[in-house]
């Protein structure tokens, strides 16, 4: 049996993908470009992909009988197709949850502190030619007391209230469905949160209905000293709107780990922010702690043994 991952690269370094070379002979593409997709895979049984797409024209003629994508979303693969051609797809959920949700904490306090700053000035020689022992050009916040907004309390949004309260924030929601009520905190609607929030975070799926679900309108609800992170899906925020509000002031800073294109364009809306302490950004990294890739990829092992022994285990096919 011959398998393959597409873009094992994707996972980044210390993972041994060779655990799947017991179920036969297996191939590591570092990462595979649209036109080599279908040649790569004609002869294998099984195929891993975490963002290289496969289509039913990449499929069709090929022996593929599973693909495991290494990520919870599956819009890289054409489960109609699959699903007619009697092709398993399973995925992998909830591996992340505490590697995102730590970074988003990490990202907020950064900019609470404003961290990027200060690490830069005290390694800078500026510092040594500072009057006193302490420098304090921006000022910072504590976490106490402030009111933490969530918009999305699935697993992820319900870590990042924990670890918000146990900082001794207060902490609200806004579910995007209408169908989450957790009596735990207080349910908001977006206007509410957006106004009473002095840190909203994003932890909800795209969709129609919340493409560019904070846009300038709503980003001018804001207080002046409001933080947003943003560690879902780029396109949550509309990111020429966020660029304009912060060159307009009317929010205190934003972090964002995800982007509408991935990577940006050089022309990017926030590579135009006037003030860069204003802005924090992470390349798409908030789920891949070490300890969440070691078990995805446990996960997508369970995934093929459960395959190949006939069972049904994180099936969307």
Known sequence: MKLCFLDGDSLGTGLDLNIFSKYGTFTNYETSKPEQVAERIKDCTIVLTNKVVLTKEDLSGSKVELIAISATGANVVDLDYCSSNNIAVCNVAGYSTHSVAQHTIAMVLSLLENLSY?????????????????????????????????????????????????????????????????????????????????????????????????????????????????????????????????????????????????????????????HPEKLLMTPHMAFCSTEARTTLLKEMDENIQAFLQGKSRNRLV
């Open 118 to 274: 200060y690490d830069k000035y005290t390694k800078s020689k500026e510092y040594l030619n500072n009057l006193w022992a302490t420098h304090l050009k921006y000022p910072y916040y504590e976490m106490e007391g402030k009111n933490w907004g969530i918009i999305g309390l699935g697993n992820i949004g319900q870590e990042v209230a924990k670890i918000a309260q146990a900082f001794g924030a207060k902490v609200s929601y806004y579910s995007t469905t209408g169908k989450n009520h957790n009596p735990q905190y207080n349910r908001l609607s977006l206007e509410e949160l957006l106004n009473v929030s002095d840190i909203i975070s994003l932890h909800a799926p795209l969709s129609p209905e919340t493409h560019h679900l904070l846009g300038y309108e709503q980003l001018c609800l804001l207080k002046s000293q409001a933080l947003v992170c943003n560690v879902s899906r780029g396109a949550l925020v509309d990111e020429e709107a966020m660029a304009r509000a912060l060159n307009e002031n009317r929010l205190r800073g934003f972090a964002t780990d995800v982007y509408s294109v991935e990577p940006p364009a050089p022309d990017f809306p926030l590579y135009s922010v006037k």
